[in-house]
């Protein structure tokens, strides 16, 4: 029986939710891993208590973000991926790029988990850390041309001085990154606590941010690459119908269309 606390928890979220997603007819992201994962670990996914809606969400956010790092990594070479707070997702698999370097990050009991379904290779790593125990940053290898970090569904449980120290730490190591993040606004950031799935693990939402401005302020390397809205972009007609609807009515609405958004910086 897997047995994860508070935030460590939550990672069994976006598991389940493209587990689920992978099933449907119109299905907006492919994920058979996530599939061969939940129906090889004894967990009562019911109790999470995670509505559709979403499942429908999380799978969204991955599928933008692996497009955005499909895309990066096609333009790219000599390039190493490091992916924070994996949890159990399938990136590097959907990805499907046999150039790219890349390390997978999380608690060290999680890559424990991990490496029950993802055998490490020459192109690819598991490291077992708390991202913000930053040790782990001098262990990066620091010979690539280029670098890319991803940060899905994370950066929202820090505080913003660990952010702050994080991004520092990283530019310190690798001279230069592109990262690829999620957040929710401030004012998301504190009503999304008592989303059901959230009070469940116990988890805290502690960082939004309401616009790429605030976080260049903090370093003058520091510059916006792209912002993505899930109201707006090419994936939502794979939903069809009144699922597509909703979310094209719901962009004309400041307050749900910028309620989270996927942020691309250089660094």
């Known amino acids: 029986m897997i047995k994860l606390d508070k935030e460590k928890e939550t990672l069994l979220i ?9 099933q449907k007819k119109r299905a907006i992201l492919h994920d058979v891993k996530a599939l061969e994962i939940i129906n090889n670990i004894d967990y009562d996914f019911s109790k999470l208590r995670i509505p559709q809606k979403t499942n429908t969400m999380m799978s969204l956010r991955a599928r933008l973000i692996d497009d955005s790092c499909i895309s990066y990594l096609y333009n790219s070479e000599d390039t190493l991926a490091i992916h924070l707070g994996c949890g159990l997702d399938s990136r590097y698999n959907r990805i499907n790029n046999s150039t790219v370097h890349w390390i997978d990050l999380d608690y060290p009991e999680v890559i424990d988990i991990r490496r029950q379904f993802y055998p490490e290779s020459e192109n690819y790593r598991l490291m077992g850390s708390s991202v913000t125990d930053y040790e782990w940053i001098e262990k990066v290898p620091q010979q690539y041309k280029n670098n890319i970090i991803i940060a899905e569904g994370l950066l929202m449980y820090l505080s ?20 690829i993040f999620d957040a929710f606004n401030k004012f998301t950031s504190k009503k999304v606590n008592n989303h059901p799935s959230i009070k469940k693990t116990g988890a805290e939402i502690k960082w939004g941010l309401d616009h790429s401005g605030e976080l260049e302020k903090w370093n003058q390397d520091y510059k916006l690459i792209k912002e993505i809205y899930f109201t707006s972009n090419s994936i939502l007609k794979r939903m069809g119908g009144l699922k597509f609807i909703i979310y094209r009515m719901l962009h004309f609405i400041p307050l749900a269309r910028n309620a989270q958004k996927i942020f691309i910086f250089q660094m």
């Open 14 to 22: 976006p598991l389940y939710g493209k587990a689920v997603e992978t």
């Open 160 to 179: 913003e001085s660990e952010i702050k120290t994080l991004f520092e730490k990283l530019k310190q190591r690798l001279g230069s990154f592109v990262i």
